[in-house]
């Protein structure tokens, strides 16, 4: 039911039901009371064996998932499923042992207890008290967690979306035959994942830049955050496998910058790509969802910078949606080009000739150079382009 409806609306729905049968159970000992038996047998079979339903469709499933297949025994929410888990199975047990007592005769003489009626009272205690046991789980893996949690959702999309980008980039690197492009975007890729702490994280093509298109802190480190603020065993399993996905890319980017030349390992590159589609696609999609429905909040954010006021003489240029935007521009000697990026995801404004470079822009951030030479500039971002390729643009001095 869980992989139905989902693991908190499952919830939501065994929760009403056991509240629902708590109800009807003490309606049933209340027919006891007045000597009907006959309806009390009856109500008393129904809830007991709508509660063996739910236990074997709810939380049974629920148990396995968070406690034994996502391997959390010392957390509070834990613990308390695992009492609930026994003392839970006691009662069912002792409801059943009832049911067949009063309505069959498949209990053995010797196996029938004299004082029937306490048993049917301690039973039914033991139930009330796991029905309130019940509650205070769903309020703790539920309610409680949900508002305290916080983690870097908004950073963790982006670098999943952009752990894919790079990956493309690396690719249309590889169709173009550049073994420049290709082992930069698997600089790109090894730093966005591992972040400025991680073993491989640096120059790795050797090129005079240290390049990281993420935000330093690296994807690792932001699924690892965002899983454990979910608190969800599906999204921790998620997290082991897009672990895996994304230690392999590390490997496999770490070859191409080993490989020479690396762009003719085909085989290399497109394991990067499908690797990283799955892991943005189906990994990052997924835990983030998972963190949305277990109510994580997003933690606060640096302020980006913002754009300056306009500068006499200038011209701006927008860098959107992986473009620069005029491509194209023509300006008279002695204007200052402002470039201004507008994307989520960081970029440069580097010359061909290396003759100006921006360094990393982050959204918001702003760029300006001079041009007091009539000439022809070409320039191109080495996040997502290359020299006349992909995102890349012109200035035409006069």
Known sequence: MQALFGTRTAADINLAAQLIILAGLLVGFALARRKRFARHANVQTTMVLINLLLILFIMGTSFYDYVINGGTTTGRVAQLMIVHAGLG??????????????????????????NFKLVMRATLVLWTALVVLGVGIYAERYLVNRVAASAPLGEFRQLGADLYVHAVELDDALARGSEAGVKRHAEHLINLIEGSQGLHYGDNDIDGHLED???????????????????????????????????????????????????????????????????????????????????????????????????????????KDFAFVPTIVTVKAGTTVVWVNDDPAKHTVTADDDSFDSGDQNLGNTFSHTFTEPGTYPYYCRFHGDIGVGMAGTIVVE
Request: overall charge negative; aromatic content about 2%.
């Open 213 to 319: 298109p993420g935000d330093g802190i690296g994807l690792l480190a932001r699924l690892d955050a965002v899983a454990e603020a979910t608190n969800d065993p599906a999204a921790a399993a998620e997290a082991v496998v897009v672990h895996g996905q994304l230690n392999q890319i590390v490997i496999n980017a770490l070859d191409l910058l080993g490989n020479q030349p690396a762009s003719n390992d085909k085989a290399t590159v497109g394991d990067v790509l499908q690797l990283a589609r799955q892991a943005n696609a189906e990994g990052v999609f997924a835990i983030n969802a998972a963190a949305n429905t277990a109510g994580v909040a997003q933690a606060p954010q640096m302020a980006s910078a913002t754009a300056p006021a306009g500068v006499a003489n200038s011209v701006t240029i927008r860098e």
């Open 89 to 114: 199975i006691l009662a069912e047990g002792a409801a059943i042992y009832l049911i067949l007592r009063m309505r069959t005769e498949l209990i053995p003489a010797s196996l029938r207890v004299g």
